[in-house]
T-cell receptor
Framework: EAGVAQSPRYKIIEKRQSVAFWCNPISGHATLYWYQQILGQGPKLLIQFQNNGVVDDSQLPKDRFSAERLKGVDSTLKIQPAKLEDSAVYLC????????????????FGNGTRLTVT | DAKTTQPTSMDCAEGRAANLPCNHSTISGNEYVYWYRQIHSQGPQYIIHGLKNNETNEMASLIITEDRKSSTLILPHATLRDTAVYYCIVRADSVNDYKLSFGAGTTVTVRA
């Protein structure tokens, strides 16, 4: 099966500019995640969708970050305005729905978008 | 989620088995042990997961102690391509919390 697709692969912007990342999950995967990975650290969950509804966005800096998942398939993550500390790799992951009472299907990750804010 | 403790780094020889330890002393009954790895410039890759029984797949084996307070990931014949950061994660199987939370992981270097 095709993996999780992300674009662009790299992005360089100046602080205060805006940027958007796109993710296409594995076909049929109902759950989609966005993670932020700062250099030298493990990935940190930003937001989790179940179909097109938000399950958890407690770690998303909502004053500048937004995400949507229209029609329960593709998703975009936007930063506006960007700060220097937003420089990181943004990873998208998806997992299939296991069914009622089961929530722990493995996540499959894309290779991420490396953002540099100057 | 229960926290895990892993060594910061470890080396192993190519062709030999690599045994990666993980402590999760506060694990709850409905929490699974997951292992992921992340090769440089790639996204994390799922390896294996288990609840209480030992598990094996084409990539690795997972040995969980009887009290479930620790586990070991075994790569049976390490190759240079296994050089990566390995993450041990405890994940709940609950409608209220099933997110996957990463720690710092173990940097594994396979040497020729």
């Amino acid at each position: 099966e095709a993996g999780v697709a992300q674009s662009p692969r790299y992005k360089i912007i100046e602080k205060r500019q805006s940027v958007a990342f796109w993710c296409n999950p594995i076909s049929g995967h109902a759950t989609l995640y966005w993670y932020q990975q700062i250099l030298g650290q493990g990935p940190k969950l930003l937001i989790q969708f179940q179909n097109n509804g938000v399950v958890d966005d407690s770690q998303l800096p909502k004053d500048r970050f937004s995400a949507e998942r229209l029609k329960g398939v593709d998703s975009t993550l936007k930063i506006q305005p960007a700060k220097l500390e937003d420089s990181a790799v943004y990873l998208c992951a998806s997992s299939r729905w296991s069914g009622v009472g089961r929530y722990n299907s493995p996540l499959h990750f894309g290779n991420g978008t490396r953002l540099t804010v100057t | 989620d229960a926290k895990t403790t892993q060594p910061t780094s470890m080396d192993c020889a190519e062709g030999r088995a690599a045994n990666l330890p993980c402590n999760h002393s506060t694990i709850s009954g409905n929490e699974y042990v997951y292992w992921y790895r992340q090769i440089h410039s790639q996204g994390p890759q799922y390896i294996i997961h288990g609840l209480k029984n030992n598990e094996t797949n084409e990539m690795a084996s997972l040995i969980i102690t009887e009290d479930r307070k620790s586990s070991t990931l075994i790569l049976p014949h390490a190759t240079l391509r296994d050089t990566a950061v390995y993450y041990c994660i405890v994940r709940a199987d609950s409608v209220n919390d099933y997110k996957l939370s990463f720690g710092a992981g173990t940097t594994v270097t396979v040497r020729a």
